[in-house]
């Protein structure tokens, strides 16, 4: 399967059928996040054991691509810990927006995103998630904004 088909496959299913889709109630921390460029909003919350995320929701409206990649960010992050996440993150961010960049297979089906470097326009759709995750994890602002 050729990146712009997992691409596509993987994006229509994600945003038809989000994983994780809701709020924590309680949550140990959220953040909402805005991406004005295109309308896009998230809420993200999540369960914390020790520096591990033991469960993750997200909510919110926006395209397809930000409702995908924060479904497959929730599906990448349960069960890892904020080191781990943040690494994944980095190369999100790389395979998101540098066209040489050889996706590493423990992106698993976050590679999908990697079809976003086809559409500069939408890698904030699918770096919101990302910037929200930190945010909650108390790396940022607990509301963030890709302006
Ligand atoms: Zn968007």
Redesign the pocket.
């Known amino acids: 399967m050729d990146l712009k088909d997992l691409y596509r496959d993987v994006i229509l299913d994600h945003n038809k059928r989000p994983r994780n889709f809701g709020t924590l109630d309680p949550a140990d921390s959220r953040a909402d996040g805005h ?1 004005p ?4 909003r998230l809420t993200v919350t999540v369960r914390m054991d020790g520096d591990r995320i033991d469960d993750i929701r997200f909510e919110g409206k ?5 409702t995908a990649s924060a479904s497959l960010m929730t599906e990448a992050v349960k069960g890892k810990d904020v080191a781990s996440i943040a690494r994944l993150r980095d190369m999100v961010q790389h395979a998101l927006t540098e066209h040489d960049y050889e996706v590493p297979g423990e992106l698993g089906k976050l590679a999908a995103l990697a079809g976003v470097r086809e559409f500069p326009a ?1 890698v ?3 770096t ?1 998630c990302w910037h929200t995750l930190d945010a909650a994890l108390g790396a940022g602002a607990a509301t963030v904004s890709t302006e």
Do not use: P, T, V
């Open positions: 991406n460029l295109c309308g896009d926006g395209c397809a691509i930000s939408r904030k759709c699918a919101l």
